[in-house]
Nanobody, 121 residues
Framework: QVQLVESGGGLVQPGGSLRLSCAAS????????MAWYRQAPGKQRELVAS???????VYADSVKGRFTISRDVSKNMVYLQMDSLKPEDTAVYFC???????????????WGQGTQVTVSS
């Protein structure tokens, strides 16, 4: 079984910064891609950024130049550094992973429980 656990959300003023962390644990064989999604009230969940193994990072246009996704492969961790935050960044942020477990030996999608980010003065 795999768990993705996010941390680092909170309340921040416009222009401020936050760093989200996601720890993947369990019977992981390999990780294809890790990503961050977000969902604001009344809106659909959207991709914020993704980082595949051995590939290029992808960012939503709305966060390019402000957010940075990174991974620590040895620790099965993924991070999202969020700078120059805006009120429209307010949402629940979800960690997402496409992983292969030692049990299934096939790629499956996993989600964290989400962490709230609120940007407000």
């Amino acid at each position: 079984q795999v768990q993705l656990v996010e941390s680092g959300g909170g309340l921040v003023q416009p222009g401020g910064s936050l760093r989200l962390s996601c720890a993947a644990s369990g019977t992981i064989f390999s990780i294809y891609v890790m990503a961050w999604y977000r969902q604001a009230p009344g809106k659909q969940r959207e991709l914020v950024a993704s980082i595949p193994s051995g590939g290029s990072t992808v960012y939503a246009d709305s966060v390019k130049g402000r957010f940075t996704i990174s991974r620590d492969v040895s620790k099965n961790m993924v991070y999202l550094q969020m700078d120059s935050l805006k009120p429209e960044d307010t949402a629940v942020y979800f960690c997402n992973g496409v992983l292969v477990t030692k049990i299934l030996m096939a790629p499956s999608v996993y989600w964290g429980q989400g962490t709230q980010v609120t940007v407000s003065s």
